[in-house]
Each structure stands twice: as C-alpha cells, then as structure tokens.
C-alpha cells in the first residue's frame, strides 16, 4: 500500500529551567514585560506529526511518502528519515528559511512558556499531493499543518477520489467548525484523541452518529485507557500496553498512527491494527523525543506476542526483517 503522510515537519527544541516563571511574571507589569530565563539544558528532536508518524510506520516494514515542506536546515533530518526508509521525494526544501520548530521551556514546577515558529510549513499552502507524489497514493494521511494546506488536501483527496485519514489534532483549536465539518465529510478514518474528540463535536455540532454517518471510521485515543474504533458494524477496544518505564508522552499519538497503518497496509483488521498501534505507542512513551525510539521488527513480534495473539499474522513482518 503506498501512503503519502502530509502534515507538520518541525525541530523540538526543549529546554529546562530550574527556578519558577512565576517569581519572574509580576501582574502589575505585564504590559511592560521583560524577562530573560537562564536554561540549565537544552535538546532538540526531530519532531512533526507527519515525519513521526512516518518514522514508526517504517520501522515498521513500510516505506510510507513524506509529504510536506522544510527550510534550509532539513539535510540531516532528511537522511535520518531516509536512512529508516521513509520516502522523502514528496517534501520540498524552501533554502530560504527554516524548518518549523517549536521551542519549550519548563520550569522546576513544570510550568512552560513555548514558541512556535512557522518556517518553511506557511509554504505547505502551495504543495499538492499531484504535484509532492508521482501517481495516485492508496491512502493519504492529513495531519495538523498550515491550516489552509490541510484544506486543500482535504478538497483534492474528494476531487481525486483518494481516501484519506483526517487527523486535525492539535489544528482543531484553530480551524473553524466549518473547516472541521468539511474533513469530516468523506473521511475513510477520522482519528482524535478524546479531549480533541469532544471539542470537534462542540465545534460542529456533530454528534458521535453524525461522525458515524459522515466519515467511514472513527478512533479515538484514550491514553492509559486504550483507544476505542468505531466501525459501520462494529466497536473495537483496544487496550493500552503498559511501558516498562514512562519517560514522555510526547509524540505517542502519532506513534499509535504509525502502528495502526501498519495493520491496514498489511489488511489485518480493524482489531489487530488498533493492537500493533497500542504497542508502537507504548515505544514512544518509553523514550524521550518523537523518534527516539527503535527496534527490529522481530523484536516488535516478539513483545506484541507477550500481550496479545494474533494468529500468526504477524509472521509476515519476520519475512520482512530477514
């Protein structure tokens, strides 16, 4: 299956502060601030909804299409994804500017002041799938990106009878109702956490049958308490897979993404989709960052069988490894 991942493509940088913000913020002199904070440490990750979702997909024995665009400082990023086996022909790099990053502080009471800067993303508006993918994808995933991007995708995915994923995520506080409605409309899969879940339907006015009525599927992500599909014929619960330490829930979601395409490109089902995504997840919050997490294929197997059955199914990612 070939699957062209558009979507934010951006550096983390984090940092850390060791005293408290709010002994700096005085309330009769905000409108005249003026604060600098001393950090103790600072890392940057490589993040973005859609290359992280793409990362785990291939490890995963995928080889899904990148689509999106960067700024002058991508080249090593670029290799780390190729080097994986994520397809990057379908990203453009903008050498005058730079690639989005989202910069975060926190602070010993774990408080946090963040910047985001748009970079070469404001550019993604200009960038159709016709033009970033050499023939017709099998499924396009629309993630969080410059707003006005992700609607036109969303009309070139109907206009070209593509099916796509809607994943507004973190986009749902910003587009409008309207625009929400319209990615709904058609969705193969519409996917939300649960905070997003009920703020989409506050924004449009759908209920849960609407969604049901107006989009193929229907995820949505519980953390801790698993995820839950809905299907035209069936519910599925997926539960979580508890990790052998939590580091960071940072990028988890769209580790679940990345695990969860891997079944439907594979056709294994809604149910053991939804399970190679819990486990994939439960990767990523055992480590910091969005893609600091690896692993063989066969070492993936091999835990996915300490917690769920899958009938030998999951034979085919060994063939793959070997």
């Known amino acids: 299956m070939r699957i062209a991942i558009t979507g934010s493509i951006a550096f983390d940088y984090i940092m850390t502060y060791p005293g408290r913000f709010k002994e700096m913020l005085l309330a009769e002199n905000l409108d005249s601030i003026s604060v600098s904070f001393l950090v103790d440490e600072m890392t940057r990750h490589r993040g973005g909804v859609a290359p992280n979702i793409a990362y785990t997909l291939a490890l995963l024995g995928e080889r899904p299409i990148l689509v999106g665009t ?64 050499e023939g017709t994808p099998d499924l396009v995933v629309i993630s969080p990106n410059d707003p006005v991007a992700m609607r036109n995708l969303i009309a070139e995915c109907k206009e070209r009878g593509i099916p796509y994923m809607y994943d507004p995520s973190q986009q749902v506080a910003r587009v409008t109702g309207e625009e929400l409605a319209e990615g709904v409309d058609g969705a193969y899969i519409l996917i939300t956490n649960e905070y997003e879940y009920k703020a989409l339907t506050r924004k449009t006015g759908f209920t849960h049958d609407d969604l049901m009525e107006r989009a193929g599927t229907v995820i949505v992500t519980r953390g801790e308490n698993g995820t839950d599909i809905y299907t035209d014929t069936d519910v599925y619960h997926i539960p ?20 969860l395409l891997k079944g439907l490109a594979a056709g294994w089902g809604w149910e053991l989709s939804g399970r190679v995504g819990a486990l994939a997840a439960t990767y990523a919050l055992e480590q910091v960052g969005t893609q600091n997490h690896a692993y063989t294929r066969r070492e993936f197997v091999e835990r996915f069988r300490q917690h769920f059955d899958d009938g030998g199914l999951l034979d085919s990612m060994l063939d793959e490894d070997e």
Not at 241 to 247: F, I
Request: hydrophobic content about 45%; cysteine-free.
């Open 70 to 133: 960067a700024g002058m400082d991508f080249d090593v990023y670029k290799a780390a994804l190729e080097e994986v086996g994520v397809d990057t022909s379908g990203t453009r790099i903008y050498e005058d500017l730079y690639t989005a990053s989202f910069f975060v502080s926190t602070d010993s009471q774990q408080a946090q002041i963040a910047m985001f800067y748009t970079g070469a993303m404001a550019r993604s508006r200009d960038l159709s799938l016709a033009e970033a993918v």
């Open 240 to 259: 979580a897979v508890a990790p052998s330490v939590l580091r960071d829930p940072t990028g988890v979601g769209d580790a679940f993404r990345g695990g």
